[in-house]
C-alpha cells in the first residue's frame, strides 16, 4: 500500500480515541448558545450560557454506552442544569438498544450518537426530567403472577432450571391429583379454578384425554411426577 493509500484510509472503529468526539459535540452545544471549554474540572466538556446565574451544560464522552458513563452522569447533575452523554454511533452497539434511551429519559439527561466518520451528532434523547407511560398489561400481569402464586417457590436471578409460575403449580397440583387415576376438569377445580383449560392446552405435555371431557396423565406426565415430588410439596 503507498503512502497515499495509507493516509487516505478511513480509521477503523478501534482506532478512534474519546477526543474524537470532542468537536462534534463542542459544535452541537455551541450552536444552542454555549460556550465550550473542554476538561474543566474533570468533565470533559462544560458550557456556559449567558446569564444570572449562568446556564451549565456538561457533556461526557465515552466511546461506547458503560456503567462508568452512567455514573459520571449522575454525579455531574449535582453541578450542572444539562448533561449530556456523548458515545459513538453504531450500528448495533448500546447506543441502538431502546433500554439504554429509556435509562437516560429516567435519569433526565441527554444521549448523543456522533458520527465519527462525518462528525455528526444526533440526539437520541432530550435532557428532560421523563416519567415513563405506565404499562398497565405488565402491571396487570405482574399483580396477577405474584397473588396467585403460592409461596415463593422460585428464587430471584434462577435461569437454569424451569421458573415455578402460578400456572405451573396449578399443572402440577392436577397432575399430583390424577397420579392413581384419570379426573375430569370439574373434579380438578378444587385445586385450579382454570383446571379444564390446563388439561386441554397441555402446555407441559404431562396430561391426554382419554375421552371427551375426561383425562389422564400421559407416560411424560408419570415421568414427571416420579422427579418432581420436590416441586409439588414446595407449591402446596
Given amino acids: 500500500m503507498s503512502g497515499s493509500d495509507a493516509t487516505a484510509r478511513a480509521p477503523h472503529a478501534t482506532d478512534w480515541r474519546e ?3 470532542y468537536e462534534p459535540v463542542k459544535t452541537f452545544l455551541e450552536a444552542q448558545g454555549f460556550a465550550v471549554k473542554g476538561e474543566i474540572c474533570g468533565c470533559d466538556a462544560v458550557g456556559l450560557r449567558v446569564g444570572e446565574p449562568p446556564l451549565i451544560v456538561v457533556a461526557e464522552l465515552k466511546l461506547s454506552f458503560t456503567l462508568e458513563l452512567v455514573l459520571q452522569a449522575v454525579d455531574r447533575m449535582r453541578g450542572a442544569d444539562i448533561v449530556y452523554l ?3 454511533a453504531s450500528r448495533r452497539g448500546r447506543d441502538q438498544d431502546q433500554r439504554v434511551t429509556r435509562l437516560c429519559r429516567l435519569l433526565g439527561v441527554g444521549l448523543l450518537a456522533v458520527d ?5 451528532v444526533a440526539v437520541l434523547c432530550e435532557p428532560v426530567p421523563y416519567r415513563p407511560r405506565p404499562n398497565l398489561p405488565l402491571r396487570r400481569r405482574l399483580v396477577k403472577e405474584h397473588t396467585m402464586r403460592q409461596g415463593d417457590p422460585t428464587a430471584g436471578g434462577s435461569s437454569r432450571q424451569p421458573i415455578m409460575t402460578a400456572y ?3 399443572a402440577l397440583a392436577c397432575a399430583a391429583a390424577m397420579r392413581d387415576a384419570g379426573a375430569r376438569p370439574r373434579d380438578l377445580r378444587h385445586l385450579a379454578e382454570d383446571a379444564g383449560t390446563i388439561l ?3 402446555v407441559y405435555g404431562w396430561f391426554e384425554r382419554e375421552r371427551p371431557g375426561h383425562y389422564r396423565l400421559s407416560d411424560q406426565g408419570r415421568a414427571m411426577i416420579a422427579v418432581a415430588a420436590g416441586e409439588i410439596t414446595t407449591s402446596a
Fill in 86 to 88: 456523548a458515545v459513538a
Fill in 19 to 21: 477526543t474524537a468526539l
Fill in 200 to 202: 386441554s392446552r397441555n
Fill in 168 to 170: 405451573r403449580q396449578r
Fill in 116 to 120: 465519527l466518520r462525518l462528525d455528526l
